[in-house]
């Protein structure tokens, strides 16, 4: 992919023509562009596993992995959490995940394996520890050029620092969760019909899955959305799906919304629920 | 309707292979099975940065703001003048991955973390002369994609104070654009 440099404004004071404004341009400089796989890491035993960090830019990079905390918002949010807040089941998530390394030079191209595993504490009591390990390119510093050093302008740099997070589960022990499905129903939201309902869940385990509508004269269950995760420290997670106005007529009367597991782990049903839609 | 889940039993054995987020090469011959198995993959690039274009700045100004917000529009307040447009734009990203899933897009949060653009001859210097706020991030994912499509684009704007005791020079800044999944 090719990127664009940065380049900001120039901005001529006074005493230049009125509309002597420059527009600087410097030389392209694609950095930091990333892939991570697998998007979702789920550990459980001392087995560890790997992520892979590969740099899809056109420049050689350096990435800082880190861990970071979230929690989750009733509307299915992730909220950052400083260290110096972190509660303790936070302190312990962050305590006992082994990574490395922690930086990477990569050049275009290629990839490179972080490996990770969990070292829980014999102490620990049982439950769900979750960190969102953090992939990020590391800004180099840039060479002035002979434009930026011009003493009749300003010019303004703001460099993106971009990444991705994923998040790291460890299951300790045995971990259980109770999920039920609220009543669904079609709401009008900012962009047109939307289906609204809500996922209850109890226990320390989190669920992730793909709600889905089942129902006669569908030959197969509309899939509302995928990648839903409700994490142990939300009770209950509002769910809004935008709906064509032809899913609206698909989906009015009587139906089964499903939540169940992913498809390649199962599909296993978490939880269901059948009502009147409308 | 509920179910009780039993976590112990899911959501092992995730990994039997690794592979990158392109097609399977399930290589089968008489003798041996081979197996692959396909990682979700995410990715993000940056396709263009956030410029806020040619700006005029009069003498013994107050001071003033500029921003470019998501869609690309520049407007600029007080005594800073929008100078003549064409290059100002707002950076885009782009994530790839799985369709269907849930994508979240956050910026930095500039209330807890401020971001202050310093003049390249004074950095670490404190002084109102040699500093540019960033007062403002624009996202224009709104949060990011609940029924990911599997690849979208999406831009970010800003807006930047100056107070008109600026010296000329270069101004660099960063700020943080985070892909987060779930």
Redesign the interface.
């Known amino acids: 992919m090719f990127l664009k440099s940065l380049r900001k404004f120039s901005l001529v004071a006074a005493g230049l023509a009125a509309f002597g404004a420059l527009g600087l341009t410097t030389p392209a400089q694609a950095q930091g562009d990333l892939l991570v796989a697998p998007t979702r890491v789920v550990l459980d035993g001392s087995r560890g596993t790997e992520v892979i960090l590969s740099n899809i830019g056109s420049e050689e990079a350096t990435y800082r992995i880190s861990l970071e905390l979230r929690r989750m918002t009733e509307a299915g949010r992730l909220v950052p959490v400083e260290k110096t807040e972190a509660n303790g089941v936070e302190e312990a998530s962050l305590g006992m995940i082994r990574y490395a390394p922690r930086r990477i030079s990569l050049p275009p191209g290629q990839p490179q394996a972080v490996r990770l595993a969990a070292r829980p504490g014999a102490e620990l009591p049982d439950g769900e520890y979750r960190v969102h390990m953090s992939f990020k390119a590391i800004p180099r510093p840039r060479e002035v050029t002979e434009e930026q050093t011009q003493t009749d302008a300003v010019s303004f740099k703001l460099i993106p620092i971009y990444g991705i997070t994923i998040p790291i589960i460890v299951r300790h022990g045995r971990v259980e969760a109770q999920v039920a499905l609220t009543q669904p129903s079609i709401v009008q939201g900012e962009n047109g019909p939307e289906l609204a309902m809500s996922i209850e869940r109890s226990g320390e385990s989190s669920t992730y899955g793909v709600l889905s509508v089942v129902k006669d004269g569908l030959d197969e269950p509309m899939i509302l959305a995928g990648g839903i995760a409700v994490y142990p420290e939300v009770g209950s997670r509002q769910v809004r799906v935008n709906l064509t106005p032809e899913q609206v007529e698909q989906i009015k009367g009587p139906a089964r919304i499903e939540y169940r597991e992913l498809p390649e782990l199962g599909g296993g049903l978490i939880a269901a629920v059948d009502g009147m839609i409308g | 309707?509920?179910?009780?889940?039993?976590?112990?039993a899911?959501?092992?054995a995730?990994?039997a292979a690794?592979?990158?987020?392109s097609a399977a090469h399930a290589q089968v011959s008489e003798s041996a099975d081979a197996r692959a198995e396909v990682?979700?993959?995410?990715?993000?690039?940056?396709?263009?940065?956030?410029?806020?274009?040619?700006?005029?700045?009069?003498?013994?100004?107050a001071g003033g703001s500029?921003t470019v917000d998501s869609t690309g529009f520049r407007d600029c307040f007080g005594d800073v003048?929008c100078?003549?447009g064409?290059?100002?734009q707002a950076?885009t990203?782009?994530v790839t991955?799985?369709?269907?899933?849930?994508v979240?897009v956050?910026v930095q949060?500039l209330f807890t973390n401020p971001v202050s653009?310093t003049h390249?001859g004074f950095a670490g210097s404190p002084n109102a002369e040699h500093n540019?706020e960033?007062t403002g991030l624009d996202d224009g994912s709104f949060?990011g994609f609940?029924?990911?499509s599997g690849s979208e684009s999406f831009n970010?704007g800003?807006t930047?104070d100056?107070d008109g005791s600026?010296?000329?020079?270069?101004?660099?800044?960063?700020?943080?654009?985070?892909?987060?999944?779930?």
Do not use: C, H, W
Not at chain 2, 1 to 8: E, G, L, N, P, V
Not at chain 2, 43 to 56: C, E, I, K, P, R
Not at chain 2, 97 to 102: F, H, I, K, L
Not at chain 2, 166 to 182: K, L, R
């Open positions: 309707m509920t179910k009780i889940i039993r976590s112990a899911a959501g092992v995730l990994f690794m592979g990158l987020g990682l979700a993959a995410l990715q993000l690039t940056n396709d263009a940065d956030l410029d806020f274009g040619a700006l005029v700045l009069n003498a013994g100004s500029v003048i100078g003549p064409g290059t100002e950076s990203f782009t991955g799985a369709a269907n899933t849930n979240l956050s949060d653009l390249t540019i960033l949060g609940f029924g990911f970010v800003g930047i100056l600026e010296v000329a020079g270069t101004y660099v800044g960063s700020f943080d654009v985070t892909v987060e999944y779930q």
